[in-house]
């Protein structure tokens, strides 16, 4: 265990410098990150600036002199043994190692099938989609880890049939809302339905009423925090936070529809990452997606279908709970536009482990029937046929192109503090007036108290007196454009041209 967990920690590390240069590359990282820093310090709010439209953060807000993340809690209070110990990431790189062996425990549990377990982990755990978020601040890691220890309530309570794991349920789906409240509020529906599958019809409704306290304790607390943050319950920051609240579409075309299937279709090749790379190579723009992971997630749809026949009543159970549950994500994000995701689809992450199991399922299946018909032999080298198609393309061939294309696009992308390092600029004013993507607001990576150096916007600036007014002491550099490349370049005092 210590020497996987040194493994683990390592080859993180290795990824994250390689790949993605500085931290936070997203909005959604920073906001995350910002909440945490004022957790770190025992507050829910820091102190806003005098105008803090100067310094707009993507999901950054302030109300009436609060300034805070308009993201849930839960991300946050999860990100703040990193902050504490000067490595954020460190929490990332934990809560990924407790989700992967979380998810190997549950399936020993569930199906109490050991080549199931150690198969569907190991390409879990070299899936892009994994890795990749296991090294970002995005809170899918956090809220996968919590769904998977939901899941081995559920396979205890299987077991045991005791309401103390049912209540244990409640109180891990309530924690789940304050990481993801409409991920969770979906996952829980089939959740409930298979712990009444589970019990005795006599004891159904008193056995699951056991799962509400937990989670209303999740919701109520979340809105008790969001109401506090933005002054009343017609306020509630995350609603409002890159306009959620409109995302909601209470009707079905044709455009939802083919946006789900692309998402699903996302999930996919950065789950079984064979056919498909990132690559800047314009030589091979033209195979860069040829779909063959589409193959291992027919195989797993097939052993849905036909699993019934070569599977006992609980690996069947699970089978269809688990399919249904990666199934409520995608229905529920028909209704909700949150399409995109830099990592494969990141709004099904937290059961993008299902294709997975269930293309396992079915190799284990084959290889047991080669097993028995063909000899040991047989079943050896197709066993090992499968795992090698599977894994060798992404480690020999796809990981390399994929880690080259993040690195250059995140140079790119992050240019910005990249040459402030070079440049050893520390504790200044950094006036933001032109960007290489996106807009200004996406790179305002602003401290709470406004330690280190402090970014605002150009074109929020009123007058050339008002940031010296500001921050008297501090140096001022104007990051814009000059000649085609974007420059650092020291100024006196700074008038935004309007």
Not at 32 to 40: D, T
Not at 349 to 363: D, G, K
Not at 420 to 439: G, V
Not at 482 to 494: K, P, R
Request: glycine share 6%; aromatic share 18%; proline share 4%.
């Amino acid at each position: 265990m210590v020497l996987f967990v040194s493994v683990h920690t390592v080859s993180l590390y290795w990824l994250s410098q390689k790949a993605l240069t500085f931290y936070p590359n997203t909005g959604d990282e920073n906001s995350f990150l910002f909440q945490a820093k004022i957790f770190s310090k025992g507050h829910v709010s820091a102190k806003a600036p005098a105008r803090p439209e100067l310094f707009e953060s993507d999901y950054i807000g302030s109300y009436n002199g609060k300034w805070f993340s308009t993201y849930p809690p839960g991300e946050a209070l999860l990100l703040v043994l990193g902050v504490l110990a000067g490595y954020p990431l460190l929490s990332q790189f934990i809560l990924s190692f407790t989700l992967v062996i979380s998810l190997f425990f549950f399936l020993m549990a569930s199906y109490r099938d050991r080549w199931t377990a150690f198969l569907a982990t190991a390409i879990f755990y070299i899936s892009p989609t994994f890795l990749f978020h296991s090294i970002s601040f995005y809170s899918h890691i956090g809220a996968a880890a919590v769904f998977v220890a939901v899941l081995i309530s559920v396979a205890k309570y299987e077991q045991a049939k005791d309401k103390r794991h049912i209540q244990y349920i409640g109180l891990l789906l309530g924690l789940g809302v304050l990481i993801r409240p409409y991920t969770f509020f979906l996952l829980s529906f089939p959740t409930g339905i298979f712990l009444l599958i589970l019990t005795e019809r006599k004891k159904r409704i008193a056995n699951l009423a056991n799962i509400f306290p937990g989670l209303l304790i999740g919701f109520a607390v979340f809105f008790i925090f969001e109401i506090y943050l933005g002054g009343d319950y017609k306020s509630i920051p995350y609603l409002y936070s890159g306009n959620n609240i409109n995302k909601f579409v209470f009707h079905l075309s044709l455009w939802d529809l083919k946006r789900s299937i692309f998402m699903v279709v996302q999930t996919l090749r950065w789950v079984f990452p064979v056919g498909f790379f990132q690559s800047e190579n314009i030589n091979l723009r033209s195979i860069n997606d040829v779909r063959l992971y589409l193959i291992p997630a027919a195989v797993g749809l097939i052993w849905l279908l036909i699993g019934k026949k070569h599977s006992d009543l609980r690996g069947r159970r699970y089978d269809c709970f688990l399919a249904i549950c990666f199934g409520i994500l995608v229905l529920g994000h028909i209704f909700f536009d949150g399409s995109g995701g830099r990592f494969g689809e990141r709004y099904y992450f937290e059961t993008a482990f299902v294709p997975i199991v269930l293309f396992s399922r079915f190799v284990v299946f084959m290889t047991r029937n080669a097993h028995r018909k063909l000899g040991k032999v047989a079943a050896i080298m197709i066993f090992s046929l499968v795992v090698a198609s599977i894994s060798l393309p992404n480690l020999l061939f796809y990981f390399p192109n994929t880690l080259s294309y993040y690195n250059n696009a995140n140079a790119k992308r992050m240019d910005l503090y990249i040459q402030l390092e070079r440049k050893n600029i520390n504790d200044s004013l950094i006036i933001i007036q032109d960007t290489p993507e996106f807009y200004p607001s996406f790179y305002t990576r602003n401290d709470p108290d406004l330690n280190g150096n402090v970014f605002v916007n150009a074109s929020m600036v009123l007058d050339e007196n008002e940031l010296s007014s500001f921050f008297p002491e501090r140096k001022k550099y104007l990051y814009s454009r000059s000649s085609g490349a974007f420059e650092i370049t020291q100024v006196q005092d700074f008038s935004s041209p309007r």
